[in-house]
């Protein structure tokens, strides 16, 4: 087998160093960054013509999203994070179609106009919407977690699970967005301080830490 996974670590690139991890499969890392010199250069445009990191490159199987290559690599290498049958791999589908549509948008823009964006650009009023914006889809995930013992699916730590926390990481910096979803904290928790994502985080020069 031969898998390369394409984007630096300080990218979503870091789900599928964690899920690679997870798995416990060999894998090339090429640290492609941003810009002209990185995902926009001729050489990486021929594997994701988007422009965008990351992406994969699997015994000649190109796979573009991480959200879609942590199913693809669930899929393939099976295991405890793999659907055990339909239903739970339409379910695994279904909660990372979520995370990418109906939280993402709004935790990214929290973090951007919280953190990440220069103090003169962040928007406090947009910063303010976002965070209002990520209550209906926490509420629904806490209300999840509880009824699923701790876990979105078969009561287990699945892909399902590192996709949506690798979505809920963006709010580490306002942890207030997490006030009152004790099984919401609890499960991120346990999830981004797992022995893989410990060792794809330290690759980004960070140990995460619960919200």
């Excluded at 899920?19 to 499969?25: D, K």
């Excluded at 942890?175 to 994502?197: C, F, K, M, N, S």
């Excluded at 794809?200 to 995460?208: D, S």
């Amino acid at each position: 087998m031969s898998l390369t996974i394409y984007g630096t670590p300080r990218s979503r690139a870091v789900r599928n160093l964690w899920m690679a991890h997870e798995l416990a499969i060999p894998f090339v890392h090429e640290p492609v960054g941003f810009g002209d010199d990185g995902c926009r250069s001729p050489g990486f445009l021929a594997i994701n013509p988007n422009g965008h990191i990351p992406a994969i490159a699997d015994d000649g199987v190109v796979i573009w999203e991480s959200l879609a290559i942590n199913l693809y690599l669930a899929r393939k290498h099976g295991g405890p994070l793999a659907p055990a049958d339909l239903g739970e791999e339409g379910r695994m589908l279904a909660w990372t179609l979520w995370a990418a549509t109906e939280f993402e948008p709004h935790a990214a823009q929290a973090m951007y106009h919280t953190a990440f964006y220069p103090p003169e650009e962040r928007d406090p009023a947009k910063a303010a919407q976002a965070l209002g914006a990520v209550g209906a889809p926490l509420a629904v995930l806490d209300d999840t977690l509880a009824k699923g013992g701790g876990h979105l699916i078969g009561g287990r730590f699945t892909v399902a699970d590192l996709n949506v926390a690798g979505c809920v990481f963006y709010l580490r910096f306002t942890p207030q967005a997490l006030a009152g979803r004790d099984h919401v904290r609890a499960w991120y928790a346990e999830a981004i301080t797992r022995p893989a994502a410990l060792a794809a985080f330290a690759l980004r020069g960070e140990v995460p830490a619960p919200i």
